[in-house]
């Protein structure tokens, strides 16, 4: 049998989400066996992959960035799974909406900035208006809920996930189900 190709991606969020998993500790190496990560923020890929079986995405849709990634992750994904608070409703990330990009901006690069004041145009990708969780930009397969969800339940979903058993977890809900 062949080994899955998984995908995790970072959005806008605080990296709980990756730490949970890192916290399934030598429990990784028994999902090595049935997957390969083949795009993440903890190894060295830079381009998502053509084909992908399994994308786990982490944060909200805050920047065109964002955007642009979680709709070519969706192109390019057999099984797209929200996991985290933030990818399923925009959490924390989100808060800004009431204040405003501009706003946000504003504070973090002219009035706290102790010499330059300027607001960045080529590293800080352009802000949407409102934070959204991933799922009003794409289809999402399953919502993994929690801030973050534990290292349990991450390896309870892999684990089904990768070999096709069903998902029989209280934390692992389908959208609309």
Not at 82 to 106: E, F, H, K, W, Y
Not at 121 to 147: A, S, T
């Amino acid at each position: 049998m062949s080994k899955l190709k998984l995908a995790t991606v970072w959005l806008d969020g605080c990296s709980g989400c990756h730490m949970s998993i890192l916290d399934m500790d030598e429990r990784l190496l028994a999902i090595a066996e049935v997957v390969d990560i083949v795009y993440s923020p903890i190894v060295d890929t830079k381009d998502y992959p053509d084909a992908v079986d399994i994308a786990l995405v982490e944060g909200a849709v805050a920047s065109v960035d964002d955007e642009r990634k979680i709709r070519k992750i969706r192109a390019h994904t057999k099984l797209l799974v929200a996991m985290g608070d933030c990818a399923i409703t925009g959490n924390v990330p989100s808060m800004r909406n009431p204040i405003g990009p501009q706003a946000i901006l504003d504070r973090a690069y002219i009035e706290n900035a102790s010499a330059q004041p300027q607001i960045p145009c080529v590293v800080v990708p352009q802000l949407l208006r409102v934070v959204r969780p991933i799922h009003e930009f794409v289809k999402v397969d399953v919502f993994l809920p929690g801030c973050p969800p534990s290292a349990d339940t991450f390896h309870a979903a892999l684990t089904a996930l990768a070999t096709g058993v069903p998902l029989d977890i209280p934390a692992l809900t389908r959208f609309g189900a």
